[in-house]
């Protein structure tokens, strides 16, 4: 599913009912989702579902892993150490209650602390508010950015989240991106990990400007203004 580099907001619930009807498990990668929308993983009915701390303002380090409890059952542990066992003999292992028997050894507890602050740091705000917020943004980049000649967007889906991915015309995305770090905004350019997605598009890579809730509009006013002059200088 490499969309996800473009911001597209996929349709995994349908994903999901497609793959269940071919006997998959499913997983869904949700690093890129959950700092930006509602999860609700009962109607998305996935097997397994993941997310990331530190994408959603939490810990490096952290993360989710959801897995469906019938699944979970029928799962060996995967690691072993304290408090996943139940009763040990030397003729045999029976093993904790779920999810301790998942959970071998001592856990990032302050991680864990800290992943727990940023979901209630979110809440607080309020997820619906962090996406009108973000969608709001997004608008105002894609707007601000098409006045630049030469610019090409890739990744322009109705439904997507607050990434920008783009290229001008006649200049490299990782020199556009050297200039306008010097000038004060970070972005990430090259082929983001997803090779596969820059050949179907035939380019080398893109720059990709992302937006979060405490970003404001004069900050992508100033934002375009250094991708224009980056493009003045390269073109
Ligand atoms: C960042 C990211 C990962 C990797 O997660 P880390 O917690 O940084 O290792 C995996 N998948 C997606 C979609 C991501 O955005």
Redesign the pocket.
């Known amino acids: 599913m490499l969309l996800?580099w473009l911001g597209t907001i996929n349709p995994v619930h349908e994903m999901v009912s497609e793959s269940k009807k071919m006997g998959a498990l499913t997983l869904i990668?949700g690093?890129?989702s959950a700092p930006h929308m509602r999860i609700n993983v009962r109607e998305i009915d996935c097997d397994f579902y993941v997310l990331?701390g530190?994408?959603m303002y939490g810990p490096t380090g952290t993360?989710v892993l959801f897995a469906r409890k019938s699944v979970m059952e029928e799962m060996p542990p995967y690691q072993g150490g304290g408090e996943m066992i139940k009763t040990v003999t030397f003729k045999e292992t029976t093993y904790n209650d779920l999810p301790f028997r998942y959970e071998a050894g001592t856990p990032n507890i302050a991680g864990a602390i800290g992943l727990a602050e940023a979901a209630d740091f979110m809440a607080d705000i309020g997820i619906e508010k962090i996406e009108e917020i973000e969608h709001h943004l997004t608008a105002y980049a894609h707007q601000k950015l098409s006045e630049i000649e030469g610019i090409r967007f890739i990744g322009t889906a109705p439904q997507k989240t607050s990434v920008v991915s783009f290229l001008i015309e006649g200049t490299h995305p990782t020199d556009v991106g050297t200039i306008i770090d010097k000038l004060g905004y970070a972005v990430r350019t090259g082929h983001h990990c997803t090779q596969p997605l820059m050949d179907k598009y035939g380019i080398p890579g893109t720059v990709r400007a992302s937006f979060s809730a405490y970003n404001t509009t004069d900050e992508i006013d100033g934002f375009s203004n250094a991708v224009a002059k980056a493009a003045k200088m390269l073109r």
């Open positions: 996800i990668d690093a890129q990331s530190h994408k993360g």
